[in-house]
């Protein structure tokens, strides 16, 4: 049954009340129509639990916005939207046109440092999260007296001659629920093994992020990523007032799960009384990367799951960390962000 207003509800009971469930939650096309963003196209999704989020169907169907109750609980950069055609792999381009949002899908044959691997270039995180969507399928509808809401999509990262990796993306929501699942598959429909690197840049901002508010992990090691970040390490799970200039930090962690390899991580806002989590796989998933930005006007903090560091597809080579796909072969990747309301449900996690 859907939880609304703190009572379990029937079907029954919510259509004697509505004349149509878009008065309670919902999910819905439109297109943006202004600035970089112009023809940009996105999908809203409301649960009617004061949970609302923006997708983004020119985009990867990444989540552009996340808000709860009103407040606002994603970073969005300085540049804002920008629709695909504006995207570029070339140099620092990638940063004029990255719109953070609550998550990024970084990938799927680059994921950090542009480089250059085995003759090609690769941009900043890859090209995945610059990607339209194709196959959009939408749906609502009631499955005994639970209200679903589900969308779909591909996205095909592909060269003549090189790569054929498709991306096959699903999100769905209920009725009064308080979080957004993502499956994603990803297939490699070529004919020789290709590297594979994926990573979910999930990016909080103000005024979730603040002062008040403090990382919580089932962490077990946490390694600096540079000397920038090594002078970081004793206070990267708190957070300080924006300053001006402040140079971004990288910290990479390891850390606990269950038999099944779930684990899960938050943003908590002690002040707000609100957190949100994602859960998420390390067998799936085995690394996880923080980015924590204290600048004036760049105040972000990064949680991302993912396959590898973010040094770039050469540096993961060079390791002898670097993933590949077998042709055929597909790989599964499951997540959840949620909402903690409460410090009764914060202090539980």
Known sequence: MAKILGSELTRDYLLRHVGSMSQLAGIKRFTMNEGKSEGLKAIEIKTGSGLEAVL????????????????????????????????????????????????????????????????????????????????????????????????????????????NLVLKRKVTAQLGGRHIRIQ????????????????????????????????????????????????????????????????????????????????????????LQIGVYIRYNIRQLPRLIQWKSMASGDYVLGIEPSTCLVEGRAKERERGTLQFLAPGEEKSFDLEIGILDGMAEINEF
């Open 184 to 271: 994603d598959k990803v297939e490699n429909q070529g004919y020789q093994s290709q590297p594979l690197l994926l990573l979910y840049h999930f990016n909080f901002g103000y005024p979730l992020l603040c002062e008040d508010a403090r990382l919580v992990m089932p962490r077990t090691k946490v390694t600096p990523r540079d000397d920038v970040a090594a002078k970081g390490l004793g206070d990267y799970e708190t957070f300080c007032a924006p300053i001006d200039g402040s140079a971004e930090q990288v910290f990479y962690h390891e850390v606990g799960a269950d038999d099944g390899g779930n684990t899960i991580a938050a943003l908590v806002n002690d002040r």
């Open 56 to 163: 983004l169907e020119g985009k990867c169907l990444d989540v552009a916005s996340m808000s709860y109750k009103g407040i606002g609980l994603n970073f969005t950069t300085k540049p804002g939207l920008a629709a695909p055609q504006y995207a570029s792999q070339h140099g620092s381009e990638f940063l004029r046109n990255f719109q953070g949002g609550m998550l990024y899908t970084c990938g799927l044959s680059n994921v950090g440092s542009a480089c250059i691997d085995m003759g090609n270039e690769y941009g900043i995180h890859g090209r995945i999260g610059m990607t339209s969507a194709e196959k959009i399928a939408i749906s609502s509808s009631w499955l005994g007296d639970e209200y679903l809401m589900e969308l779909s999509g591909e996205m095909r990262e592909a060269a003549l001659f090189g790569e």
